[in-house]
């Protein structure tokens, strides 16, 4: 296949009339349903419908204003004789948009619109799946910090009134747990704020840094954990083109030219010299790549069948990084609960045991009395 060209954005598709005045409802165009559209375009065109014709019959069936637009503008733009990708660039996907492309150039266009909105879905029920991992944890140390706030100024002003109503002085283990309710949100804060620093810095280093800080970044616990991130997305963005038709290496010089991310276009480029040096996929895939990868590719030079062999990667690797996000979260689990019930333990009886004592002491004289 040739080498896929560098097109630009045409201005009709993006200046007309029509979408300067609706263009700013192609944001109501919600992630979902692109791949739902994408989807249902493919099986228009599977069934042999031309892309005119299959634009139509989907603006007929109704749909949500951004949708409606997109549409409009899809058949604007192939009435012009203008590129799918062209006239969606503005407000595509990356990915998507370099599909759009390869369909195109390849006249596969269907079968490119079809994997793009599987390897999507694919990707959110992945990030579904690691959200529901985190969930429970999270919630659990946003109840304890509004569980803070709530004693600090709904039950602490009301007890400080009490003991100034009484006359009474304020017993120490009053004070401690005063002291301990204004610092304890700050540090929780703090921490949060500190684990997210660290999480982001070495996102940022392990997509930046040169080779020698890239294998100690590796030897870290966070930083297999990117690797693994980082693998998975390769294999999965190769294997749409791959099943597409697009041969290796012309895969990895359209994953290049993207740009973005733009750690993945410095190794396409890298691993584009090492194929065309003479070096197998699965040698090339070693270092800062997770091993899995160059196994499977190992596998394929047997098979013959690369497409498979990076969608098995890329679905392996995933199932992978969730697995042990969902060990470390079982982890956290209950230490999380142990020092929540902790804290209000320590808390509550710091607070009430001197208000059952004052108690105590002002029922004692009118009793005697």
């Not at 599977?46 to 069936?61: D, F, K, V």
Request: hydrophobic share 50%.
């Amino acid at each position: 296949m040739p080498e896929l060209e560098q097109t630009q954005p045409v201005s009709g598709s993006s200046n007309s009339p029509r979408v300067r005045r609706l263009g700013p409802h192609w944001r109501r165009w919600h992630p979902v349903e692109s791949v739902s559209l994408c989807r249902e375009l493919a099986e228009l065109l599977e069934a042999g419908l031309p892309l005119r014709e299959a634009i139509a019959c989907l603006q007929t069936l109704g749909a949500q204003r951004g949708r409606a637009f997109v549409l409009h503008v899809a058949r604007e733009a192939v009435e012009r004789g203008e590129l799918l990708s062209d006239a969606w660039r503005p407000w595509a996907p990356t990915d998507l948009t370099m599909m759009l492309e390869v369909g195109a150039q390849s006249g596969r266009l269907a079968e490119c619109l079809r994997l793009w909105s599987e390897q999507t879905r694919r990707r959110r029920e992945w990030r579904a799946a690691m959200v529901r991992a985190a969930a429970y944890p999270m919630l659990l140390m946003v109840m304890t910090l509004v569980l803070q706030l709530f004693i600090l100024h709904m039950i602490l002003p009301s007890m400080t009134n009490m003991y100034q109503m009484t006359g009474a002085t304020t017993p120490e283990s009053y004070r401690l747990a005063n002291q301990f309710l204004h610092v304890m949100p700050v540090c929780l804060l703090l921490a949060l704020a500190g684990l997210m620093g660290t999480v982001g810095g070495v996102w940022w280093l392990d997509r930046r840094a040169h080779n020698p800080l890239h294998r100690w970044i590796h030897q870290t616990s966070l930083g297999r954990w990117f690797r693994l991130q980082r693998t998975a997305m390769f294999a999965s963005m190769t294997a749409q083109l791959v099943c597409a038709g697009v041969p290796i290496l012309d895969a990895l010089s359209v994953l290049q030219r993207q740009g973005k991310p733009r750690w993945l276009a410095a190794a396409c480029k890298t691993l584009r010299v090492e194929l065309l040096a003479g070096n197998n996929l699965a040698s090339a895939l070693t270092g800062t790549w997770d091993p899995i990868l160059s196994s499977l590719m190992s596998l394929t030079e047997t098979t013959g069948n690369l497409s498979s062999g990076l969608e098995r990667a890329a679905v392996l690797l995933r199932t992978r990084w969730v697995r042990q996000m969902e060990a470390v979260m079982r982890v956290l689990e209950p230490v999380l609960v142990s020092a929540s019930g902790g804290l209000v333990a320590v808390t509550m009886l710091a607070l009430l045991l001197p208000m059952y004592d004052l108690m105590g002491a002002m029922s004692t004289p009118a009793l005697m009395h």
